[in-house]
């Protein structure tokens, strides 16, 4: 089952796939400013070679199923959800900051 997305406001676009209409360039929705009364929603995304493009929420569509599976296969892009285990370590090993 698929995440839930508003095109109205903007929700549920975060960590998308998306496809600029104009140049084709596939990439990652990185941030997301709601809409509010008479705007659109505008998307920052994150293109494989690493630029950003940002734009409304019109410039750019869904990323077909055949254009997600070659997207994930070529992305140069490190998963944003998996947190990197050395930073993970520094920060427990950092304590809470009390003196004995």
Do not use: C
Not at 64 to 82: D, E, G, H, R, V
Not at 84 to 94: F, K, L, N, T, V
Request: without cysteine; charged residues 20%; hydrophobic residues 35%.
């Amino acid at each position: 089952m698929g995440k839930t997305k508003e095109a109205a406001t903007g929700k549920g676009y975060l960590g998308e796939i998306m496809v600029h209409r104009i140049t084709g360039e596939m990439g990652v929705v990185e941030n997301v400013v709601e809409a509010h009364t008479g705007w659109p929603p505008q998307l920052t995304v994150r293109l494989q070679n690493g630029s950003v493009k940002r734009g409304n929420l019109g410039d750019f569509r869904d990323a077909s199923a055949a254009q997600k599976k070659k997207f994930s296969a070529n992305s140069p892009l490190p998963p944003a959800a998996a947190p990197s285990a050395p930073a993970a370590a520094q920060e427990g090993a950092s304590g809470s900051g009390q003196t004995p």
